[in-house]
């Protein structure tokens, strides 16, 4: 009998990993979805999704949800590392405050995920990590620096987990969507001088 894959979505509450979610569910796959506003419980539109509340940025909180994880479900075939965030603003203008939230939650949110899956996915023999980067894991923009860096960096490690997981079976991939309808853009924080290079993007 061929076993439901299991899936753990991070930033599941909306946007990309919601639909991954809403797809995956549709085609009978086990989802275990995580975002922080998410309380412990089943989803009512589907039976084989469980949400999870979960703060990526918090390691304590990423440990403690995979150790669930791990004595409800056993193992997982996937990791999609989808939750994000976006600040508009310079180098010079952003804040500490928001700088270090940008790095927390775009890239060591997702290495947190990436180091407590991977005994899972060995547990599993094989299985796949995917990392949602974006076209501007390949290019960079003015007044997105630092998520564009985070990117970048999630590309670079994607690369080496390929070939450190190549033995166990894992797989590694990205996916680098561009501009996507959803409501990402508008959650961006916007500085009121973020627009300053506005006609680099229209030269």
């Not at 939750?83 to 290495?111: F, P, Q, R």
């Not at 299985?127 to 290019?139: D, E, K």
């Not at 923009?141 to 970048?152: G, V």
């Amino acid at each position: 009998m061929k076993k439901n894959k299991i899936v753990v979505i991070t930033g599941s509450s909306s946007g990309i990993g919601k639909a991954i979610e809403t797809l995956l569910a549709k085609e009978n796959y086990i989802v275990i979805g995580l975002a922080r506003s998410y309380k412990n419980s089943k989803n009512n539109a589907f039976d084989n999704v469980t949400h999870l509340g979960c703060d990526i940025t918090n390691l304590d909180e990423v440990k403690k949800v995979f150790k669930f994880i791990e004595a409800n479900f056993g193992q997982i075939d996937v990791l999609v590392n989808n939750a994000g965030s976006g600040t508009v603003a310079t180098i010079e203008d952003i804040s500490y405050s928001d700088l270090e939230s940008e790095i927390k939650i775009n890239l060591l949110g997702h290495i947190y995920c990436i180091k407590e899956s991977i005994p899972l996915l060995r547990k599993n023999k094989g299985g796949l990590i995917l990392n949602i980067t974006s076209t501007g894991g390949r290019l960079t923009y003015p007044s997105i620096a630092i998520y564009d860096a985070c990117k970048h960096a999630i590309e670079s490690i994607s690369y080496s987990l390929s070939w450190e997981l190549e033995k166990w079976n894992i797989k590694v991939s990205i996916l680098e969507p561009g501009a996507i309808n959803t409501n990402f853009g508008k959650r961006m924080k916007r500085y009121n001088n973020s627009d300053r290079y506005i006609d680099y993007y229209s030269s």
